[in-house]
């Protein structure tokens, strides 16, 4: 049970390290064209969404296992 957490902990950080980056990157992308803000915005979103799911998914898999 312990490594199920672990597994489970290491997948949350990992989304919220990518999550990061994506705001970030989104951030700047719009500091730079503030014109296709909303562009940048939706696939901020879509992506964001994605990367949850897969975490989900991990946790899910590794609570499983555990």
């Known amino acids: 049970m312990i ?3 672990i597994g489970a902990g290491l997948a949350a950080i990992a989304a919220g390290i990518g999550i990061g980056k994506i705001g970030g ?4 992308a ?3 064209q503030p014109e296709a ?3 940048i915005q939706t696939a901020m979103i ?4 994605l990367i ?3 975490a989900l998914f991990a946790v899910v898999v590794a ?3 555990g």
């Open 52 to 54: 949850e799911g897969v």
């Open 63 to 65: 609570l499983m296992k």
């Open 37 to 39: 803000a909303s562009k």
């Open 3 to 5: 490594l199920a957490g």
């Open 30 to 32: 719009i500091a730079r």
């Open 46 to 49: 879509i992506a964001a969404a």
């Open 25 to 28: 990157s989104a951030m700047d």
